[in-house]
């Protein structure tokens, strides 16, 4: 059974869709979103509760500690497993998520660069002399594409990046698999369009009730399991900012408006990556997306 995606930026109502598109062919979904990959994180990444999944399978959710750092390849590995797993049962895989590198480990054949130790170590060391800031303004210089895609407070991506460019003496994105190729199982992929005016005060919805509902607990149990801000958990959207207020880099009052603020950001990032991918057929996100995915088939 060929795979079904279901891509588009934070907010937009990918867990609904594939929801939804789940039930109706039978289905499973499979995550890829990073940040949902980690056990606990639960009330700033929007994961559905096991009520909101409505008995559909759900697969990589919560198979990580929040004291492990993320691997795209070893997603990458997970996933493609499961995928064949769910195709063997004769279900349907419904793959839903925005994270984009991750989207694009499972959606195409990417054999990932080496790695080497010393060569890794040179830029930590860098990194540890400048701070992110100048290291990620010296990969835009040698790579613009891969600091457009790889966000500016991002050490260990930002390292990985110039590592393989070094490496292979090529742009990052050279170690890609070719742009626009046929997509692994010839996945069909569906985005989900929206405009600012419509996801907007999405966002600010859903952020404000992600702490009305205890995303500051969450952090402070989750600090009980490890949680510390240098890494990649610690590093995700919402969490971050309630970790600064705490070590009193940021105000209390201005924790919200940064969650809000970041997601935007990274909505940006997200609405550039997907839009350059011609395979994606896009869909109405203020509309009824199933009847308009289903029209696509």
């Known amino acids: 059974?060929?795979?079904?995606?279901?891509?588009?930026?934070?907010?937009?109502?990918?867990?609904?869709?594939?929801i939804a598109l789940a039930q109706h062919f039978g289905g499973e979904v499979v995550n890829v979103d990073s940040m949902q990959l980690y056990r606990g994180m639960d009330i700033g990444t929007a994961k559905l509760s096991l009520e909101e999944r409505k008995g559909v399978p759900h697969h990589l959710l919560d198979v990580w500690e929040v004291t492990e750092q993320a691997s795209v390849?070893?997603?990458?590995?997970?996933?493609?497993?499961t995928v064949g797993s769910i195709q063997a049962r004769g279900k349907v895989p419904i793959l839903v998520g925005g994270s984009m590198l991750y989207v694009?480990?499972?959606?195409?054949?990417?054999?990932?660069?080496?790695?080497?130790?010393?060569?890794?170590?040179?830029?930590?060391?860098?990194?540890?002399?400048?701070?992110?800031?100048?290291?990620?303004q010296e990969l835009a210089k040698v790579d613009p594409q891969a600091a457009a895609i790889i966000e500016d407070q991002d050490p260990r991506r930002t390292v990985r990046a110039l590592e393989v460019i070094e490496l292979t003496g090529k742009p990052f994105q050279a170690s890609q698999p070719p742009k626009h190729a046929a997509p692994r199982w010839d996945t069909t992929i569906f985005g989900l369009k929206t405009s600012p005016e419509w996801l907007n005060p999405r966002i600010e919805?859903?952020?404000?009730?992600?702490?009305?509902?205890?995303?500051?607990?969450?952090?402070?149990?989750?600090?009980?399991?490890?949680?510390?801000?240098?890494?990649?958990?610690?590093?995700?959207?919402?969490?971050?900012q309630v970790l600064a207020a705490q070590r009193g880099d940021l105000d209390w009052c201005e924790v919200e408006p940064r969650t809000v603020t970041g997601t935007r950001r990274y909505v940006r990032r997200q609405r550039s990556w997907f839009r350059r991918d011609p395979r994606i057929h896009w869909i109405d996100a203020s509309g009824d997306t199933l009847t308009q995915a289903l029209e696509l088939l």
């Open 205 to 240: 919805q859903r952020t404000h009730t992600m702490f009305e509902t205890g995303l500051v607990e969450e952090v402070e149990e989750l600090q009980q399991r490890g949680l510390v801000a240098d890494s990649t958990a610690g590093r995700a959207i919402g969490y971050a």
């Open 104 to 136: 694009q480990s499972l959606i195409d054949a990417w054999d990932f660069p080496p790695t080497d130790h010393r060569v890794r170590a040179k830029y930590e060391a860098r990194l540890r002399e400048v701070g992110i800031a100048q290291l990620h």
């Open 73 to 81: 390849a070893r997603y990458q590995a997970d996933a493609v497993r």
């Open 1 to 18: 059974m060929k795979p079904i995606a279901v891509v588009g930026p934070t907010a937009s109502g990918k867990s609904a869709l594939g």
